[in-house]
Antibody
Framework: EVQLVESGGGLVQPGGSLRLSCAAS????????MTWVRQAPGKGLEWVSA????????YYADSVKGRFTISRDNSKNTLSLQMNSLRAEDTAAYYC??????????????WGQGTMVTVSA | QSVLTQPPSVSGAPGQRVTISCTGS?????????VHWYQQLPGTAPKLLIY???NRPSGVPDRFSGSKSGTSASLAITGLQSEDEADYYC???????????FGGGTKLTVL
């Protein structure tokens, strides 16, 4: 069974840092690009960042560029998101998602349950 | 303001048909990029409903169908059921923004 399990969310002060992880199982992790999507409370979905299967190609939304870093460890089937200089507007549920195929207009065919990040003093 | 425009809400009675539109532009849907649809039930993660404009993943009922024309796409749901009450999102790619884009979401209410 394909499964994605996020962890690492919590309450952090503005300007602080947090590292999210996503443990993948049930598929050949290194063969698929992976993506982070977030959803602010009561709001819609926002794409955050993506990384290719090899880790050689990385993409960020303008809203997080320079502050967030996506990475993956294919030996441990783990996706990570290092979030620095956090702002109140980064408060959201963060989902990791598996890309269906490796193209720019990819669909996300599996999602984790999400981990909540709250940025507040 | 989302790059892909969806109606904030739609509603229908059980058994009826509803459609949800997703309007983009020449840098996303109109450029030929695929449109995908997700269903998000209250308090849960999104679930892929339609991929590649009109394809259904295994397990998705054929009551759900997708279409695309020009700079727009649509999701149609026939034979509405109470369990279809959820938020629905369209998704594509924008070449100007160089990133994945989502519609603002549509809340479906089954009357």
């Amino acid at each position: 069974e394909v499964q994605l399990v996020e962890s690492g969310g919590g309450l952090v002060q503005p300007g602080g840092s947090l590292r999210l992880s996503c443990a993948a199982s049930g598929f050949t992790f290194s063969s698929y690009a992976m993506t982070w999507v977030r959803q602010a409370p009561g709001k819609g979905l926002e794409w955050v960042s993506a990384i290719s299967g090899s880790g050689g190609s990385i993409y960020y939304a303008d809203s997080v560029k320079g502050r967030f870093t996506i990475s993956r460890d294919n030996s441990k089937n783990t996706l990570s998101l290092q979030m620095n200089s956090l702002r109140a507007e980064d408060t959201a549920a963060y989902y990791c998602a598996k890309d269906m195929y490796s193209s720019a207009d990819d669909a996300f065919d599996m999602w984790g349950q999400g981990t909540m990040v709250t940025v507040s003093a | 303001q989302s790059v892909l425009t969806q109606p904030p809400s739609v509603s229908g009675a059980p058994g009826q048909r509803v459609t949800i539109s997703c309007t983009g532009s020449s840098s996303n849907i109109g450029a030929g990029y695929d449109v995908h649809w997700y269903q998000q039930l209250p308090g849960t993660a999104p679930k892929l409903l339609i991929y590649g404009n009109y394809n259904r993943p295994s397990g998705v009922p054929d009551r759900f169908s997708g279409s695309k024309s020009g700079t727009s796409a649509s999701l149609a749901i026939t034979g509405l059921q109470s369990e279809d009450e959820a938020d629905y999102y369209c998704q594509s790619y924008d070449s100007s923004l160089r990133g994945v884009i989502f519609g603002g979401g549509t809340k479906l209410t089954v009357l």
